[in-house]
């Protein structure tokens, strides 16, 4: 009775509202330390993807720079193309032409005419003038055309690619040394022993002037910016990095989905991310290829340069493909595997398909015997397996491309949706429910 009395009390009331508020305090502090944790989490995780996003890009131009300029096999396959690229063709003509017509006149032509008959044909030439140099002009042109366009020219490329790898890697990292040189703001290939071929095909021809002509030698520019320095620069830096880069950007990426509280939709975000960050890096290649061009010199070919420009940048845009492509499969494969509305749905749709085709089946007569109950027993196991498959394949494939990706997606779609047939119906959810 004392003890309701105090209660009843003015001051026990205060007591006891002073007592509860001190609890909601606790627990309100007690609330706020997770809430704290979740968001310190959480900005974390959104850090370390946004982090992973920004260095795939780069991470595809280390392995650039590490595998095509630092790979004396693969430098060769890629430029080895460029001897029958008919732009590159007519430019080296054109500059072998240039090259030799400096070193010939008409009086030189004249040296294997019989004494008696020299002055009536100097006499004629004369008149002829210009018409006359145009003419063997034409003819050095022609016979340059033929010298590029021959199986031989194909050799003398690929030979002098491969031994000028090393000046290549000069080019663009600042060592090296050979037939390739950098000079100034120009990356320029040595084009002697094509001009001999040239001038030997002109003495088979009947132009015996041609073999007194002195050693030529003459350039063909394969690269020329003025930021060129900039970019040796880079393009060191990155081959530098490597491989491990890449391994970088991914393990990034995958620490930001692991750190997050909602580890689908970041996966999902952190995949689109690096397909984003991936195409805009594919967009600036396109825009920077025209900027390139439109700076080049008059006597520089835009149409050869062009095709060499895209030849040394066709392993990037490839992996820039299979990068996108690769991004928005494991996109679609969280978010189809997740508890979303949409996803559900469409889930529903692959069980009723699938559950249609078996009914079908079933009303034909076919019969699955005792690979049914097999299926549908290890069914998990055999989805896991097939992932895992697909996995592999993909990690083990030498340079994969887009559509590496997106056909092994669908041959793993197909193995599934196979999987689901055999089992006799996949149930609520199916396969692709299951692989999440």
Same mark, same amino acid.
């Given at each position: 009775m004392a003890e309701d009395g105090e209660a009843g009390q003015p001051g026990g009331a205060e007591r006891e509202l002073r007592e509860l508020r001190g609890r909601v305090a606790a627990l309100e502090a007690t609330a706020a330390a997770p809430r704290a944790r979740h968001r310190v989490r959480s900005s974390l995780a959104v850090a370390l993807v946004l982090i992973g996003c920004l260095l795939a890009p780069l991470g595809i131009v280390a392995a650039w720079a590490a595998d095509e300029v630092g790979d004396t096999d693969?430098?060769?396959?890629?430029?080895?193309?460029?001897?029958? +690229?008919? +732009?590159?063709?007519?430019?080296?003509?054109?500059? @072998?032409?240039?090259?030799?017509?400096?070193?010939?006149?008409?009086?030189?032509l004249l040296s294997d005419v019989a004494p008696q008959d020299r002055p009536r044909l100097e006499k004629a030439l004369g008149r002829l003038g210009g018409a006359l140099e145009g003419a063997v002009?034409?003819?050095?042109?022609?016979?340059?055309?033929?010298?590029?366009?021959?199986?031989?020219?194909e050799r003398v490329w690929t030979r002098a690619n491969r031994a000028a790898h090393a000046s290549v890697d000069k080019a663009l990292t600042g060592r090296g040394g050979g037939a390739v040189e950098l000079?100034?703001?120009? @990356?320029?290939?040595?084009?002697?022993?094509?001009? +001999?071929?040239?001038?030997?095909?002109? @003495?088979?021809?009947?132009?015996?002037?041609?073999?007194?002509?002195?050693?030529?030698?003459?350039?063909?520019?394969?690269?020329?910016?003025?930021?060129?320095?900039?970019?040796?620069?880079?393009?060191?830096?990155?081959?530098?990095?490597?491989?491990?880069?890449?391994?970088?950007?991914?393990?990034?990426?995958?620490?930001?989905?692991?750190?997050?509280?909602?580890?689908?939709?970041?996966?999902?975000v952190g995949a689109l991310g690096v397909a984003a960050t991936t195409v805009l890096l594919g967009v600036a290649l396109r825009v920077f290829r025209a900027f390139y061009l439109d700076a080049l010199p008059p006597d520089v070919s835009?149409?050869?340069?062009?095709?060499?420009?895209?030849?040394?940048?066709?392993?990037?845009?490839?992996?820039?493909?299979?990068?996108?492509?690769?991004?928005?499969?494991v996109a679609l494969s969280a978010w189809l595997t997740g508890p979303g509305r949409g996803a559900a749905l469409v889930r529903n749709l692959w069980t009723a398909g699938i559950g249609a085709a078996r009914t079908t089946a079933d009303r034909a007569g076919l019969r699955t015997g005792p690979v049914g109950p097999f299926v549908r027993r290890y069914r998990t196991w055999i989805v896991r397996i097939l992932v895992a498959a697909g996995l592999v394949t993909y990690l083990l494939w030498s340079h994969p491309t887009g559509w590496v990706v997106v056909g092994l997606a669908l041959t793993l779609l197909f193995a599934l949706a196979l999987t689901d047939f055999l089992a006799g119906g996949a149930g609520a959810g199916g396969a692709v429910g299951r692989t999440g």
């Open positions: 693969r430098y060769v396959a890629t430029v080895a193309p460029l001897a029958s +690229d008919p +732009d590159v063709q007519d430019a080296v003509a054109d500059r @072998v032409t240039d090259a030799l017509m400096t070193r010939i006149d008409l009086p030189t002009r034409s003819f050095v042109h022609d016979k340059a055309r033929e010298v590029v366009a021959s199986d031989a020219f000079e100034g703001d120009a @990356v320029t290939l040595d084009l002697g022993p094509v001009v +001999d071929r040239v001038e030997q095909r002109l @003495v088979d021809e009947g132009m015996k002037a041609a073999g007194r002509i002195p050693e030529v030698h003459t350039d063909f520019t394969l690269v020329q910016s003025q930021d060129i320095g900039r970019v040796r620069t880079w393009t060191r830096l990155l081959q530098l990095a490597g491989a491990w880069l890449p391994v970088l950007a991914v393990l990034l990426v995958g620490s930001g989905v692991l750190l997050s509280v909602r580890r689908r939709r970041a996966l999902v835009r149409a050869a340069a062009g095709s060499v420009y895209d030849t040394l940048t066709h392993f990037l845009h490839t992996m820039v493909r299979m990068a996108a492509a690769l991004g928005v499969v």
